[in-house]
């Protein structure tokens, strides 16, 4: 921005002098002088001394404006961390079972907490949990955070509950002493009518895209479903005035058994009522094979799609989530590297370009 300089010149007699009594220049630099001083100096004009006086106003270029990136996802009104671990929640068991097959390779149990609506959570978010009792060193225990497994309504639809879907921690150390999990034990072995101290909501990484057109391809394992059922939840369950999903859910779920799929009777009554909204594919991987004889795992199933998922991956309303336990995303890389490499695209660096779009979502344990 050009700087306005201004020189006002004072003479004792203005009739015996030609020089003007104002004048004004407009200079093509910056200035970035900031304070402003008064220069005085004597000079000579037609063999008379005068006094100048120069005042130096400038103006300087406003700062760039922030642009403030708006959020693809449902994050208007997300509330983050209403409780803290130093003022808990304490919330109330109403229901607790388990619902995984006897012969299951582990116990997973799904619960239902009420709120009363004092933990006002979205899709996608994640709650902590304080087991009771102390630590080794007589400290109260640490939160452990578990996704939240219901929809913002909860699963009687009153917007009081929250439910979570939690596998019992149980193993042999290398000491061959048996080990529990906490919390997770904490959780499972819960009675309805228990209390039960927890914080949050947390978490805004896995919320739903806003677009209701979007295709939104979910990839799970084991409790990692407990994000994508509430999704599901909100897309095919419920009824909203401000959002009805009209797009394509895709859910992989990878687990040991087929006595292991969690929530398998609602996925497939979803299925039955929007057969063209929801596409279900489970990867047992102690029972399946593809068709070399390798095991089918959720990397393996995805590997039969692999075409079909590159070409909504190149389009920017597909959404990836991922949940579940650590070393999945390595797998789904693996199929993504040589299909983008067709393309001439390097997968790493596209992945970079998904996530900051808000369209590649990770969160694993």
């Known amino acids: 921005m050009a700087a306005a300089v201004t020189a006002a010149v004072s003479f004792p007699s203005s009739k015996s002098s030609s020089l003007p009594s104002r004048t004004s220049i407009i200079s093509p630099d910056r200035i970035t002088l900031k304070k402003v001083p008064l220069y005085y100096r004597d000079a000579s004009a037609s063999g008379r001394v005068v006094s100048i006086r120069a005042q130096v106003t400038t103006t300087e270029a406003a700062p760039p404006a922030k642009v403030v990136k708006e959020s693809k996802k449902q994050d208007e009104g997300v509330v983050v961390n209403k409780y803290k671990p130093k003022n808990p929640y304490t919330a109330r068991v109403l229901l607790n079972t388990k619902i995984t097959g006897d012969d299951a390779p582990g116990e997973t149990w799904h619960m239902v907490f009420s709120t009363e609506g004092e933990v006002p959570y979205r899709e996608g978010q994640s709650v902590g949990v304080i087991p009771d009792g102390i630590d080794k060193n007589g400290k109260p225990h640490k939160l452990r955070l578990y996704s939240i497994a219901s929809s913002a309504l909860g699963d009687f639809g009153d917007s009081k509950t929250v439910s979570l879907c939690v596998k019992r921690l149980v193993y042999t150390n290398d000491q061959g002493e048996i080990v529990k999990g906490v919390c997770s034990n904490f959780l499972c072995d819960l009675k309805p009518g228990s209390e039960v ?135 789904i890389d693996d199929i993504m590297v040589s299909l983008a490499a067709k393309d001439g695209i390097d997968w790493t660096d596209y992945k970079k370009k998904l996530k900051k779009a808000e369209q590649w979502n990770v969160e694993v344990y």
């Open 197 to 331: 101290t927890v914080t949050g909501p947390v978490g805004k990484e896995m919320l739903m895209p806003k677009d209701p057109n979007a295709t939104i391809v979910m990839l799970a394992t084991g409790t990692g479903i407990a994000p994508f059922r509430s999704f599901l939840w909100k897309m095919f369950f419920e009824k909203h005035e401000d959002y009805k999903f009209n797009g394509l859910a895709w859910l992989f779920l990878g687990v040991p058994t087929g006595s292991s799929l969690l929530y398998k009777e609602e996925f497939e009554k979803m299925k039955e009522k929007a057969p063209e909204n929801f596409r279900l594919d489970f990867a047992v991987s102690r029972e399946q094979t593809n068709e070399k004889g390798e095991k089918m795992y959720i990397q393996t199933r995805m590997a039969q799609y692999a075409e079909e998922l590159w070409e909504l991956l190149k389009k920017d309303n597909t959404y990836i989530y991922m949940c579940g336990l650590k070393g999945m995303e390595k797998g």
